[in-house]
């Protein structure tokens, strides 16, 4: 009997024994499924997280391409409007305001955030990309204007050039019809007899020479015109009759007499008295009558 409560107490406390390493295994078992479930909804946050990362990198990334691709579009167009415009005309102070949106956009990409601000901002860049190619058709029109103007801008310049060509010429022409012309010279040897001035030939009586000649009436004359005219009177010896430049050595510019004239388009009768102290030889004097160095008139007379 002792023997059989023995053994029935022996086989209870190895049931007893069974069921605990029973529950002790199921425990562990329970205790690593939950540790693996954990582990894998750990791992698949994680790996959530660097995908997420990873895409919001990539996105961020693509913004900053676009704003490059547009900041060059920007870059290219200020150099083209730079050629046509200075740097307070409309048109770039238009671009200062892109570039300043680009610098914005681009600040607000390195300030980092979620995929929902990235995709904003992407929103954001596609409406600038939309504007600015609106701005590039604008100003390509503008710049096509602006180069049809300069060709018709040349064009005109060219005209007008010709067209001052043609009143410098006409000027001349008119300049040259409007000037006076000259009438036929005279010298007339004179003496004073009682009081009077008379002709006379023969060399030694000659007192003075009358020398005139007239400005003939010009109706293109509009302006007054200021003239000097030069008498040169050579003697028989070849020598030019002068009071006042015989120190001159050229004989080109040495001359009778100056008379300065205003002419104003009617007929004038110019009188001009010649005397000298020296006698006057026998023999033929010749005359010019010269505006500047050309020769407007000639004329000749012979004392006895």
């Known amino acids: 009997m002792d023997d059989s409560a023995q053994e029935k107490k022996h086989g209870k406390g190895k049931t007893v024994t069974i069921v605990l390493l029973l529950l002790l295994l199921l425990g562990s078992v329970g205790s ?6 954990k582990e894998q909804h750990s791992t698949g946050i ?6 997420t990362l990873q895409s ?5 990334d693509s913004l900053y391409n676009e704003l490059a691709i ?9 150099l083209e409007i730079s050629l046509y415009q200075g740097e307070n005309d409309s048109l770039l102070q238009l671009l200062k305001g892109k570039e300043s949106k680009i610098n914005s956009l681009r600040a607000l990409i390195s300030q980092g955030g979620s995929g929902k601000s990235y995709r904003a901002l992407k929103d954001s860049i596609a409406v600038f990309r939309n504007n600015n190619l609106a701005f590039r058709t604008r100003v390509d029109s503008l710049l096509l204007q602006n180069e049809a103007y300069l060709a018709k801008l040349n064009e005109q310049e060219s005209t007008i050039s010709q067209l001052e060509k043609e009143k410098s010429t006409l ?4 300049n040259i019809a409007a000037q006076p012309n000259v009438g036929p010279v005279r010298v007339e040897p004179q003496y004073d007899k009682k009081g009077i001035f008379t002709p006379i030939n023969k ?4 007192e003075r020479l009358m020398i005139t000649f007239d400005l003939l009436n010009n109706k293109l004359t509009a302006q007054p015109i200021n003239k000097k005219y030069i008498i040169r009177i050579k003697n028989p010896d070849g020598i030019i009759l002068s009071n006042s430049n015989s120190r001159l050595t050229n004989i080109d510019d040495v001359f009778t007499h100056e008379e300065d004239i205003t002419f104003n388009g009617t007929q004038q009768k110019i009188r001009i008295e010649y005397t000298q102290d020296a006698a006057y030889k026998k ?8 505006d500047g160095k050309e020769i407007k008139q000639t004329f000749s007379f012979e004392l006895l």
């Open 203 to 206: 060399a030694k009586k000659v």
């Open 46 to 51: 994680a790996l959530s997280k660097i995908d």
């Open 171 to 174: 000027s001349k022409k008119v």
């Open 70 to 78: 547009e900041q060059e579009k920007v870059a290219n167009l200020r």
């Open 56 to 60: 919001l990198n990539s996105l961020r």
């Open 32 to 37: 690593n499924i939950f540790l693996w479930n």
């Open 283 to 290: 023999g033929k004097y010749s005359v010019e009558l010269r």
